[in-house]
């Protein structure tokens, strides 16, 4: 007697090839929709490790000048100094300015920069030295101003998703 031999369905039903697909593009998606937050938190880690050079960089500055405390004014020989100082930054290419715009580096007195005004249109590039003034306990960004003038602030720009900006401020003394 002969025995009928079975025949194998092998393969991949429809529905089955449909939910890998499925799973494969939403992965794809989280991916997708990850990277450019990893990217900016990246930049934006950068923009703070040139800041603390840039703080730094001030810092030696008024010790070899037994205290002195920067004047305002982009004109300054000091800013120069400090920019010669700090070198090469990851985030900046800091050059004197005349006015805030992209990769300026900028001195003023007084408490509130140009910066933290509350325009969105100021390049992230930009960097502040604010002297005579201090932080604002508020964290909103701003400085306030001080009867220190040996005290200064350095401001800058952090990107937030949306292609937004928000302000940040940090002590140098």
């Keep these: ?3 009928k031999l079975k025949k194998s369905d092998s393969g991949f039903t429809i529905i089955e090839v449909m939910i890998v ?8 998606l989280i991916v997708f929709l990850a990277v450019p937050a990893l990217q900016r938190n990246s930049r934006n880690t950068s923009r703070k490790n040139d800041i603390g050079r840039v703080a730094s960089a001030l810092n030696e500055w008024e010790s070899n000048h ?6 305002a004014g982009a004109s300054n020989a000091n800013i120069t100094e400090v920019i010669n100082s700090v070198g090469t930054l990851s985030q900046y290419t800091p050059v004197a300015a005349a006015s805030i ?4 580096f900028t ?9 933290v005004g509350g325009t969105n249109n100021v390049n992230v590039g ?4 604010v002297t005579g003034a201090h932080c604002n306990p508020n964290s909103d ?8 003038t040996r005290r200064m602030t350095i401001q800058y720009l952090v990107e937030q998703g949306a292609n937004g900006v ?3 401020c940090l002590d140098v003394q």
């Design 1 to 3: 007697m002969l025995k």
């Design 21 to 28: 697909l499925a799973i494969a593009a939403l992965i794809l």
């Design 66 to 71: 037994n205290g002195v405390t920067f004047t």
């Design 101 to 104: 715009g992209a990769n300026s």
């Design 107 to 115: 001195v003023t007195t007084g408490a509130q920069s140009a910066m």
């Design 126 to 129: 930009s960097i502040q030295v």
């Design 141 to 148: 960004g701003s400085t306030l101003a001080d009867s220190n």
């Design 166 to 168: 928000t302000p940040q």
